[in-house]
């Protein structure tokens, strides 16, 4: 079980808007740590997608967007192009016992 | 060119011993952070370790802590992860993951940097 949780999966046709939730708790997200987000397609490894809850860097389409709100965040797609098709995961900090980085188990999106 | 690359993995028995390496490379290696982050075939992503620029905070995993030991060398810009008393759970492709920060611990900021990964298969 992950310590930040987001559905297994999401899909959407070309050209629609999804998001995809990453929900923690009061001692990650809540706590006030900023959330980040990663693409990674297939075969490949993670590439950062939204760093501290909002910016994208330098090189991602504004298709992408991130916001938090108490102890969620969520990552907006508009425009969905094929090529977005991809595993996502949202990534904090946790404070509790010895703290940690820690990830969400991943959403597989699928563009239909 | 900015990368960092793993070397390393392979197939080990359980119990044994590994050191990966990871060398860096088109960035001032010693003012960053270094990380490593795993992910199971077919599993999401799991962070592991990381150590500060000056080795000054080093942090590790519950499910690893105790067995792995996290080092770096600024001067050879690069980074190691020494895997003692090795399970077959901590079979994975192990990504080295450079933080974000400069000169700075930032709990939980964020990875911009990320190599192909190696993979360790701990299996008798």
């Known amino acids: 079980q992950s310590v930040l949780t987001q559905p297994p999966s999401v899909s959407g046709a070309p050209g629609q808007r999804i998001t995809i939730s990453c929900t923690g708790s009061?001692?990650?997200?809540?706590?006030?740590?900023?959330v980040h987000w990663y693409q990674q397609l297939p075969g490949t490894a993670p590439k950062p997608l939204i760093f501290g809850n909002s910016y994208r860097p330098s090189g991602v389409p504004d298709r992408f967007s991130g916001s938090k709100s108490g102890t969620s965040a969520s990552l907006a797609i508009t425009g969905l192009q094929a090529e977005d098709e991809a595993d996502y995961y949202c990534?904090?900090?946790?404070?509790?016992?010895?703290?940690?980085?820690?990830f969400g188990g991943g959403t597989k999106l699928t563009v239909l | 060119e900015v990368q960092v690359v793993e070397s390393g993995g392979g197939l080990v028995q359980p119990g044994r011993s590994l050191r990966l390496s990871c060398a860096a490379s088109?960035?001032?290696?010693?003012?960053?952070?270094m990380h490593w982050v795993r992910q199971a075939p077919g599993k999401g992503l799991e962070w592991v370790s990381g150590i500060s620029w000056n080795s000054g905070h080093i942090g590790y995993a519950d499910s690893v802590k105790g067995r792995f030991t996290i080092s770096r060398d600024n001067a050879k810009n690069s980074l190691f992860l020494q895997m003692n008393s090795l399970r077959p759970e901590d079979t994975a492709f192990y990504y080295c993951?450079?933080?974000?920060?400069?000169?700075?611990?930032?709990?939980?900021?964020?990875?911009?940097?990320w190599g192909r990964g190696t993979l360790l298969t701990v299996s008798s």
């Open positions: 009061s001692s990650n997200i809540g706590a006030g740590y900023d």
């Open positions: 993951a450079k933080d974000n920060s400069l000169r700075i611990w930032l709990w939980g900021w964020y990875f911009d940097l």
């Open positions: 990534q904090s900090y946790d404070s509790s016992l010895s703290g940690s980085w820690v």
């Open positions: 088109g960035f001032t290696f010693d003012d960053y952070a």
